[in-house]
Structures are given as structure tokens and as C-alpha cells.
């Protein structure tokens, strides 16, 4: 069933999302919501990773003794490794309240979408506390 509707969604049939009310039109347009908060997401990981990685070259290491921290950069690749694993297993059990049913790819995919949305504020306010 799943293969079905990420086949579906592929092949961009035209939906209103605004109007459509079928279980399947809410279900692609779920994923279309996330693809686009994904993209968003991406966008701002490249932003943030790279300003994280200014602020490690230009840390002075010599005048912090003591300083075993692995910086910036790496710290935050580490936690956003593990933020996509927790997303994608939060939203696996938040599809589950609608287990086997036409309507778990769109629990699925709402939460994928408002979990990376919140990622991406986050990855934002990175960039205005440094």
C-alpha cells in the first residue's frame, strides 16, 4: 500500500490539497507538505553547518586550555544524525495509531513534516545566537 502511494505521489497526479477530502488525495498531499518542509530543512542544514564550521576556525584552541570539546561542526552533525533517527521513529510510532489502515501514510507523513519543521526553526536560531 505504501509503494502505491509514493508511486501515486510520483507521478504528480493534480490534486487540490485545499479542496480534496479523499483518503488518498490527504495522504499525497501529507508527503507533498513534508518533500517541501524537507527541502526547507535541507536548505538551512547546509546554512547552519557551514556557519558552525566558521565559528570552529575561528576558535582559538590555545587560549582555552583544557578544552577537549570536538567543536561546532562536528557536534552538530552528531546531533542531527541522531534527530533523523528519532524522527524516523517517532512518526513510524505515531503512523501506527492508524496501523494497516488508508490513513497511516498520512499520520506518518504529517508528522514527518512538523517534526521538520521544528528542526529547521531550530537549525535557524543557530545561526542568530552566534
Given at each position: 500500500m505504501l509503494l502505491a502511494l509514493l508511486l501515486l505521489a510520483a507521478q504528480d497526479p493534480p490534486i487540490d490539497c485545499a479542496k480534496d477530502q479523499t483518503q488518498l488525495s490527504m495522504n499525497i498531499c501529507a508527503d507533498r507538505a513534508f518533500q517541501a518542509a524537507d527541502a526547507k530543512l535541507n536548505r538551512q542544514w547546509k546554512i547552519a553547518l557551514a556557519r558552525m564550521k566558521e565559528l570552529d576556525a575561528d576558535y582559538d584552541r590555545d587560549?582555552?586550555?583544557?578544552?577537549?570539546?570536538?567543536?561546532?561542526?562536528?557536534?552538530?552533525?552528531?546531533?542531527?544524525?541522531?534527530?533523523?533517527?528519532?524522527?524516523?521513529?517517532?512518526?513510524?510510532?505515531?503512523?501506527?495509531?492508524?496501523?494497516?489502515?488508508?490513513?497511516?501514510?498520512?499520520?506518518?507523513?504529517?508528522?514527518?513534516?512538523?517534526?521538520?519543521?521544528?528542526?529547521?526553526?531550530?537549525?535557524?536560531?543557530?545561526?542568530?545566537?552566534?
Open positions: 587560549r582555552r586550555e583544557g578544552d577537549n570539546s570536538i567543536g561546532y561542526g562536528p557536534t552538530l552533525l552528531e546531533s542531527q544524525r541522531a534527530w533523523l533517527k528519532y524522527r524516523e521513529a517517532q512518526c513510524a510510532v505515531e503512523g501506527q495509531y492508524m496501523r494497516g489502515g488508508s490513513g497511516e501514510p498520512m499520520m506518518y507523513s504529517t508528522c514527518m513534516a512538523s517534526l521538520t519543521r521544528d528542526r529547521t526553526a531550530f537549525l535557524a536560531t543557530l545561526l542568530e545566537d552566534h
